[in-house]
């Protein structure tokens, strides 16, 4: 079983950046960690994906160019990088993880085994 611990969340303003981070309480490099968010009244969307072994990274369309995911194995974290952020980008922000070997779409929340807290992140036009 992994546990995680979403921080950094916060309010800036519209242009602004954020890092988010997750510390995973074991960081195994058979696992992916994804990064989710989700706004009152809609659905959880995915945002990225990375898999630890390889470093390799998937990104929703809507997010390429703007957000970027990174690990330091040293702190058993993920990070996601997230800049020129918009008013719709506020949410509440998870992350998630799971087998690589599980994992047939990694932008599907549904996918994932484990989650962490969330944490809010607003930011004003």
């Known amino acids: 079983e992994v546990q995680l611990q979403a921080s950094g969340g916060g309010l800036v303003q519209a242009g602004g950046s954020l890092r988010l981070s997750c510390e995973a309480s074991?960081?195994?490099?058979?696992?992916?960690i994804g990064w989710f968010r989700q706004a009152p009244g809609k659905e959880r969307e995915g945002l990225s994906s990375?898999?630890?072994?390889?470093?390799?990274?998937d990104y929703a369309d809507f997010v390429k160019g703007r957000f970027t995911t990174s690990t330091d194995t040293t702190k058993n974290t993920v990070y996601l990088q997230m800049n020129s952020l918009k008013p719709e980008d506020t949410a509440v922000y998870y992350c998630?993880?799971?087998?690589?070997?599980?994992?047939?779409?990694?932008?599907?929340?549904?996918?994932?085994?484990?989650w962490g807290q969330g944490t809010q992140v607003t930011v004003s036009s």
């Open positions: 998630a993880a799971v087998l690589w070997e599980e994992l047939n779409d990694p932008l599907v929340a549904n996918e994932y085994d484990y």
């Open positions: 074991r960081f195994d490099d058979d696992y992916a």
């Open positions: 990375i898999y630890l072994r390889h470093g390799s990274t």
